[in-house]
Nanobody, 122 residues
Framework: QVQLVESGGGLVQAGGSLRLSCAAS????????MGWFRQAPGKEREFVAV????????YSADSVKGRFTISRDNAKNLVYLQMNSLKPEDTAVYCC???????????????WGQGTQVTVSS
């Protein structure tokens, strides 16, 4: 079993940056693809980015491509989401998730964190 805890959210002005972290427990962390998803009030959960178990492959949603970067440190059981050039429409609760495949469908992910709030002011 894998437990996930996100941190790093907060309030930032448009154009600013934040780095989210996701700390994972469990020795099987490096076996899982890790994804970041977000959900804004009144909207469905949205895929943000995913990274393969080894970290050698990443994929990001078009809405964040060129602004957000996902990375992982398997030695420390950590996954990061570096967010630059933030926009008000990036405001959401951001969750990390562990899955058996590096895909965009949230239903394929097995373990989820509680999420961290990101608010971008205009």
């Amino acid at each position: 079993q894998v437990q996930l805890v996100e941190s790093g959210g907060g309030l930032v002005q448009a154009g600013g940056s934040l780095r989210l972290s996701c700390a994972a427990s469990g020795r099987t962390f490096r076996s899982y693809a890790m994804g970041w998803f977000r959900q804004a009030p009144g909207k469905e959960r949205e895929f943000v980015a995913v990274i393969s178990p080894s970290g050698g492959s990443t994929y990001s949603a078009d809405s964040v491509k060129g602004r957000f970067t996902i990375s992982r440190d398997n030695a420390k059981n950590l996954v990061y989401l570096q967010m630059n050039s933030l926009k008000p429409e990036d405001t959401a609760v951001y969750c990390c998730a562990a899955g058996l495949a590096a895909v965009t469908n949230p239903r394929t992910y097995v373990y989820w964190g509680q999420g961290t709030q990101v608010t971008v002011s205009s």
